[in-house]
């Protein structure tokens, strides 16, 4: 079993920026992808950003430039910076890891933007 806990999030003006950590704990297998998801109110989940173990990132267009993914695989842990942050960036941020066909997420961390 594997149990994600997030930490991070909060309020913040736009164009401020934020920081999550994930840690994960449990059967944490040596290939894995460890990620972070979001969920506004009224839409489905969405990627926001993946990292493989190598240190392979992939974004989402929509955070391109402005979130960073980082890991530390001695901790196993996962960070995401959010600099420039808009208002569209409000939802709830829930980390991820995928390992052997299998999907687990954290309780999630609410980030809102606002003025």
């Known amino acids: 079993q594997v149990q994600l806990v997030e930490s991070g999030g909060g309020l913040v003006q736009p164009g401020g920026s934020l920081s999550l950590s994930c840690a994960a704990t449990g059967s944490i297998f040596m290939f894995n992808t460890m990620g972070w998801y979001r969920q506004a109110p009224g839409k489905a989940r969405e990627l926001v950003a993946g990292?493989?173990?190598?240190?392979?990132?992939e974004y989402a267009d929509s955070v391109k430039g402005r979130f960073t993914i980082s890991r530390d695989n001695s901790k196993n842990m996962v960070y995401l910076q959010m600099n420039s942050l808009k208002p569209e960036d409000t939802a709830v941020y829930y980390c991820n890891l995928y390992q052997a066909g299998y999907n687990y997420w954290g309780q999630g961390t609410q980030v809102t933007v606002s003025s």
């Open positions: 990292i493989t173990r190598a240190a392979s990132p």
